[in-house]
């Protein structure tokens, strides 16, 4: 095994470059907030609340943009039975942060919430809020690891070094600068990743397109040259399949802790609708080069190249086409440079994700569940110990699962058939309770598994209309398989059902309770009858500075001093005090105290 000293070199200084701009951050932001009276602890969380357009636009693409992204793109563009049309991630990302922008995020931000769980633990209560944390938690630890897995086996194609190195240092230097600096370290980290990918592939596309083995890409978009064109098609069949997968994308995209946490750092309401409206352009801008890449795989005449003969899909390297492009078609040095850029896009993505969920654990389950008096040193304590944690276990599992795709996969479906339908019941249903999000959680949870998944060898126990069987090769073993595929949209339909269910499920237990069918005594949730128990997260509960709140509006309960939410009211730059109580007056929980 040759190891190239030029390839560790540009890897060794992207990594000091970006190590440097984490602890500058850190060290430039560590009073931030200290003026306003906010805790240090939400400082951690949302940046104090004082995210920019220029820094928050380019975080918030650089979430969505990380290794998967131009690495899936890239592949699914190269792929013979797929090609462009079913390069569904820069279109669905964009689309999720348009819908984002649209509808979630100005109800989000102008309440001045620090996690996406705090609405469930407000309205549905401190149990229904640690139920919610599993799938969101897994599903950021899964993406963590998905895409350290592919940066190390990205590293080992180029540079041929260790995949398990590779992924240990790059894992550890993510986890370092978020441990220092939070919410400003990942931000101001991903601005100098997204310039890292933007000018590395676009540096590369010029050599790989004018290399004597790459033909035409505008024939081989249409015509068949060395595979079918790379333009891509739908067939009939598979067109429910595909409005299936647009939908998980749009709307599955919405419901993550790490797009929430970039909405609720903004410095108002309207800044948070605008950085999800840049962040969709910039989607679709730094996928232009992940397409171009995965194209000139597929115009490539692969017998022309160092990499030999037989094409990368008939390797079983498909998902490796960008770093394989770069290398074999591209000069050493612009190849090194393209891999730095890879890199850079791995950690970009990798931080975000584990501080989201180390923010939600430390925030919603070990403070607001469990330990409310809880001080704020105590609170940042916790957070620095679960980034390390979640950092870990993401590192772990790219070292010894050979299906992290597949988990997550799975934990994303689950992502978008339980959490998504709540999300629109807690901001925009008025009247639904605990009864009926845990219906909703266990409809989504049983009908989505029911599906099962062929990558996981999850055999369906739900045979949904039209699926069928097929023969395919296990992406381990090599063996050949045969695994049941579902044809029907029964993601989406799984969805549906899951909000449905909470909306009837809620209105069920509403009347029988308050016409007294079922004695009040039988309301073990307290959610219909004690509303404001001390189960029930209340807004004095999660706002305390709340002297600009009307302390009528809040149930009686007793006030505590710990992570306010008070910048989000007082800064000059939020909403004015007349937008927040009119916000305040539409949300859902407001409907509990007008029917008292």
Known sequence: MTIHVEGLVAIALFYMLILFVGIWAAWKNKHSGEAEGTDRSETIMVGGRDIG?????????????????????AEYVYLPDYGLAWAQAPFGYALSLVVGGLFFAK??????????LDPFQQLY???????????????????????????????????????????????LIAIFYTLVGGLYSVAYTDVVQLFCIFIGLWISVPFALTNQAVSDITVTAVKHVYQSPWRGSIDKGDTWVWIDNICLLMLGGIPWQ????????????????????????????????????????????????????????????????????????????VSFFGLGAVSAAVMS????????????????????????????????????????????????????????????????????????????????????????????????MFLRIGGGEPYLQLPPFIYYPGWTTEQRKHHITGDMEEVIV???????????????????????????????????????????????????????TLVTRGNNI????????????????????????????ETVEEEEESSPDSS?????
């Not at 918030?60 to 131009?70: F, L, P, Q, R």
């Not at 109800?107 to 996406?116: A, C, E, F, L, N």
């Not at 308050?514 to 009040?520: N, P, W």
């Open 125 to 171: 209560g401190k149990r229904m809020g640690g139920l919610l944390f599993i799938p969101a938690l897994m599903g950021e630890i899964f993406w963590s690891a998905a895409i350290l897995s592919a940066l190390g086996a990205t590293l080992s194609v180029i540079v041929d070094i260790n995949i398990k190195m590779s992924v240990v240092i790059s894992a």
């Open 349 to 444: 993505s990798a931080d975000s994700s584990i501080l989201s969920a180390s923010s939600m654990f430390a925030r919603n389950i070990y403070q607001l569940a469990f330990r409310q008096s809880a001080s704020d040193r105590e609170i940042v304590w916790v957070m620095r110990i679960t980034i390390f944690v979640f950092g870990g276990l993401a590192t772990l599992m790219a070292l010894v699962t050979g299906t992290v795709y597949g988990l997550w996969y799975l934990s994303s479906d689950l992502v978008y058939v339980i959490i998504f339908p709540q999300l629109i019941s807690v901001l925009f249903v008025k009247g639904t309770n605990t009864y009926g999000s845990v219906a909703a959680y266990l409809f989504g």
């Open 53 to 73: 357009l220029f820094v928050g636009g380019f975080t918030m693409t650089a979430t969505w943009v990380g290794g998967g992204y131009i690495n899936g793109t």
């Open 592 to 596: 509990h105290h007008d029917d008292e």
């Open 258 to 333: 790490v797009y929430f946490q970039r909405v609720l750092s903004a410095s108002s309401a309207t800044y948070a609708q605008v950085l999800s409206f840049l962040a969709a352009f910039g989607c679709l801008v730094m996928a232009v080069p992940s397409v171009l890449i995965g194209a000139i795989g597929a115009s490539t005449d692969w017998n022309q190249t160092s990499y030999g003969a037989i094409p990368p899909k008939d390797k079983d390297q498909a998902d490796m086409i960008l770093p394989i492009v770069l290398q074999h078609l591209c000069p050493p040095f």
């Open 550 to 577: 009307g302390l009528s509006e809040m149930a009686p309960v007793k006030p505590r001093l710990s992570v306010t939410l008070a910048a989000a009211f007082t800064r000059r730059d939020t909403l004015a005090k």
């Open 486 to 540: 579902q044809k029907f949209p029964f993601k989406t339909v799984s969805m549906l059902a899951s909000f449905l269910g909470n909306v009837a499920v809620s209105y069920l237990a509403k009347y029988l309770f308050e016409s007294g069918k079922i004695s009040h005594k039988y309301d073990f949730l307290d959610a219909v009858v004690s509303k404001h128990s001390g189960e029930i997260m209340d807004k004095t």
């Open 107 to 116: 109800p989000m931000r102008s309440r001045g919430y620090v996690t996406m």
